[in-house]
C-alpha cells in the first residue's frame, strides 16, 4: 500500500510474538503504526485499489509463464495509497528504526524509500539488483543482508532490498512483505530464479518461532488516534478473537492461487451475488472489492449510486437504516458484515472527499467480471472485523471473530 502525508491518523501496533502456536506472551511487545489517510489525493480509494488489482493479476500471470517481474509491469501511473498501516522495525547494529507498510500482497522487505538505508557492521551488499511493481508503485536498488529486529525478534542476515529509486512512498521507509515467498521470484538480478525467504519463514527457519504463520489483528477505528492492531509471528493470540479459528485451503485457481488466495461465496441478504470462487485476503487493499457482475448486483440491492466525490457507493440515511447482512462463506463458514461493518466511518468521511451527511459503501467492484480467477479481494474493511492467520507451512487462511465484528463505530 502507498502512501500520502496530508491527513494521517496514529495508531499503535502490538507486535505480539507467541511462545507456542495459541499461547500468547505474557509481556506483549509494543511497537508504533501509523494508519494514514490521504485527503487530497488525486484518485479515489476505488481507482486505487483497482490498480493493484491489475497489477497483482499481471504479477501472477508473469511468474504463472516463468517470466519475472519486469514482465510484470502495467501500466499504471505511480500515486499515492489513501490508507495504511506500518511498523517499526530496526534494521543494522546499531539499529537505525524504519517505518514499514505491512503487506499480505507482497513478500520483499524493502528500504530506503523515505529514510536513506544507514550501512553498519551487520550490513552485507550483495551482487544483485532488486526491483518490485505495485501497482501504484515501486522500488529499485540492491539486495543485502542484515540484521532485521521486529521488537524482541531479531533475524540475522534477513535479505533486504534499499532502494535507490522508488515512487508512490511518501513519509514512508518501505515494506514489510509477509506473502507466499514465490512472489520474490524473478526480483532479483542476476539471480532472477532465486527467490528470498520472507521474515517469517527466516524466524521460523532459525527456530526463533515454532510455527511459520503470522496473525493479524486490526479493530475498526472513527478517531485519528486509538490502539487497533497487533501482529503475532509463530502463533495466534486467543485474547483477540472469540470462539475458534476456522481455516481454509489456499486455492488451486490461478492467478489467486500465487497469493493468500482462498475459494469464497458472497450473499447480500437472501440475494447470492458471486458465487464460490477465487480470490484473495490482502492487507494491501482498502476495501472488499467484488467482480463487476456481483457489484452490479449488489449495488442494485442495496439501492445505492455512484458517488462522483470519492469513487464509492452512496445510500440516504433511510437506505442505510435498511441495509442487509454481507455474508462471505469459505470451507463451509460463514463470516458476516454487518450494516455498519459495510461502511466507512462517517467521522472520516472528509478524508476521502465525502460529505460529513452521506453514508458510503467499502465494497466496490474489482473491475473484471467473476470467472478471472482473481474475483473478490477480503481487504482492510474486512480484516478489521475478523482475525485472519496466514499459515505457509499449512497452506491455509484462517479466520475468526472478534469482539468488534458486530460493533457499532460506524
Known amino acids: 500500500m502507498f502512501i500520502s502525508s496530508s491527513f494521517i491518523a496514529l495508531i499503535s501496533l502490538a507486535l505480539t510474538v507467541a511462545a507456542n502456536p495459541i499461547v500468547v506472551r505474557d509481556s506483549p511487545i509494543s511497537l508504533p503504526l501509523v494508519r494514514r489517510v490521504n485527503s487530497t489525493g488525486t484518485i479515489s480509494l476505488v481507482e486505487r485499489d483497482q490498480a493493484r488489482v491489475r497489477h497483482l493479476k499481471a504479477r501472477a500471470n508473469a511468474l504463472a509463464a516463468g517470466k519475472f517481474e519486469e514482465d510484470a509491469v502495467t501500466s499504471v501511473p505511480a500515486t499515492n495509497q489513501l490508507v495504511d498501516y506500518a511498523v517499526s522495525v530496526s534494521v543494522g547494529s546499531p539499529a537505525t528504526t524504519y517505518s514499514l507498510l505491512v503487506d499480505t500482497g507482497s513478500s520483499n522487505t524493502w528500504l530506503g524509500a523515505d529514510k536513506a538505508y544507514k550501512t553498519t557492521s551487520t550490513s552485507v551488499k550483495t551482487s544483485n539488483k532488486v526491483s518490485v511493481e505495485y501497482g501504484s508503485g515501486s522500488f529499485s536498488g540492491t539486495e543485502y543482508t542484515d540484521t532485521v529486529a521486529l521488537g524482541s525478534l531479531t533475524i540475522t542476515a534477513q535479505s533486504i532490498g ?182 466507512w466511518p462517517r467521522s472520516l468521511n472528509s478524508a476521502i472527499g465525502g460529505s460529513s451527511s452521506s453514508v458510503y459503501l467499502i465494497v466496490a467492484s474489482i473491475g473484471t467480471p467473476s470467472g478471472e480467477g482473481l474475483d473478490f479481494i477480503n481487504g482492510l474493511t474486512f480484516l478489521e472485523r475478523f482475525y485472519s492467520v496466514f499459515d505457509t507451512a499449512n497452506k491455509r487462511v484462517g479466520f475468526a471473530t472478534t469482539s468488534f465484528t458486530t460493533a457499532t463505530s460506524n
Open 162 to 343: 534499499v532502494a535507490s529509486k522508488s515512487s508512490g512512498f511518501d513519509g514512508i521507509d518501505g515494506i514489510l512483505g509477509i506473502g507466499p515467498v514465490d512472489l520474490t521470484t524473478g526480483t532479483l538480478s542476476p539471480a532472477t530464479s532465486q527467490s528470498i525467504p520472507t521474515v517469517t519463514d527466516n524466524l521460523f527457519s532459525k527456530g526463533t518461532i515454532p510455527s511459520d504463520l503470522v496473525s493479524v489483528y486490526f479493530q475498526p477505528t472513527t478517531s485519528e488516534s486509538s490502539t487497533n492492531g497487533e501482529l503475532t509471528f509463530g502463533g495466534t493470540d486467543s485474547s483477540k478473537f472469540t470462539g475458534s479459528i476456522s481455516y481454509t485451503p489456499i486455492t488451486s485457481t490461478s492467478p489467486a492461487s500465487f497469493y493468500w488466495g482462498i475459494n469464497e461465496s458472497i450473499k447480500y441478504g437472501s440475494t447470492n451475488i458471486l458465487s464460490s470462487t477465487a480470490g484473495i485476503v490482502d492487507t494491501g487493499t482498502t476495501l472488499v472489492l467484488i467482480a463487476s457482475d456481483a457489484f452490479s448486483k449488489y449495488k442494485s440491492a442495496t439501492g445505492a449510486v455512484a458517488d462522483n466525490a470519492t469513487g464509492l457507493l452512496r445510500l440516504t440515511t433511510a437506505q442505510y437504516a435498511n441495509l442487509q447482512n454481507l455474508v462471505f462463506t469459505t470451507n463451509g463458514v460463514s463470516y458476516t458484515l454487518t450494516p455498519n461493518a459495510q461502511i
